[in-house]
Nanobody
Framework: QVQLVESGGGLVQPGGSLRLSCGAS????????MAWYRQAPGKQRELVAS???????NYVDSAKGRFTISRDNAKNTVYLQMNSLKPEDTAVYYC?????????WGKGTLVTVSP
């Protein structure tokens, strides 16, 4: 049974930083790509960043230069370091992977960027 558990969200002022973590279980973590999505109120869920099994990364344009996705295969964990946060980054952030062509999601962690 694949499980993804996010942590690290919270309230931060504009310009601040947060690091999100996602712990995975039920898969051979090192073999699978991972991704972070976000969903803001009233908007569709969007891909923020992804990382392949061999650590190739990809980012949505709004995250380039500010966010960094990384993985620690020894800890079965993927991270999202978010710097220079803006109010428009406010959203629930979800961890995602595809395992045997099935998408799995965590329950999400709320990031609020506000003065």
């Amino acid at each position: 049974q694949v499980q993804l558990v996010e942590s690290g969200g919270g309230l931060v002022q504009p310009g601040g930083s947060l690091r999100l973590s996602c712990g995975a279980s039920g898969i051979i973590f090192s073999l699978y790509g991972m991704a972070w999505y976000r969903q803001a109120p009233g908007k569709q869920r969007e891909l923020v960043a992804s990382i392949t099994s061999d650590s190739m990364t990809n980012y949505v344009d709004s995250a380039k230069g500010r966010f960094t996705i990384s993985r620690d295969n020894a800890k079965n964990t993927v991270y999202l370091q978010m710097n220079s946060l803006k109010p428009e980054d406010t959203a629930v952030y979800y961890c995602n992977t595809r395992y045997y062509n099935v998408a799995y999601w965590g329950k999400g962690t709320l990031v609020t960027v506000s003065p």
